[in-house]
């Protein structure tokens, strides 16, 4: 069984950082493909926002490019998402996602003045 928790939510004024961290646990040797999803809405899907390779090649979705950083540190088995410049539109629940379909239990981030 895998366990993926996250951590480092929370308020952020327009213009400010904030770091994300997923520590995966359980059953698991190795870190595959990881990334980090957001809903928006409690009724609307989990949109993809940056997501890494084992090999470290990155992605993000159009709109975090250039204010979000994924990475990775493959021994502590955590995940991470530097995020700056927030936006009112990032707000949202973020979910740390692992390869194989499995999900963390989600991170509130709220941008606003």
């Known amino acids: 069984q895998v366990q993926l928790v996250e951590s480092g939510g929370g308020l952020v004024q327009p213009g400010g950082s904030l770091r994300l961290s997923c520590e995966a646990s359980g059953t698991i040797y190795s870190l595959g493909a990881v990334g980090w999803y957001r809903r928006q809405a409690p009724d609307t899907e989990r949109a993809l926002v940056a997501r890494i390779t084992s090999g470290g090649i990155t992605n993000y979705v159009d709109s975090v490019k250039g204010r979000f950083t994924i990475s990775r540190d493959n021994a502590k088995k955590m995940v991470y998402l530097q995020m700056n410049n927030l936006k009112p539109e990032d707000t949202a629940v973020y979910y740390c996602?692992?390869?194989?379909?499995?999900w963390g239990q989600g991170t509130q981030v709220t941008v606003s003045s």
């Open positions: 996602w692992l390869g194989g379909g499995f």
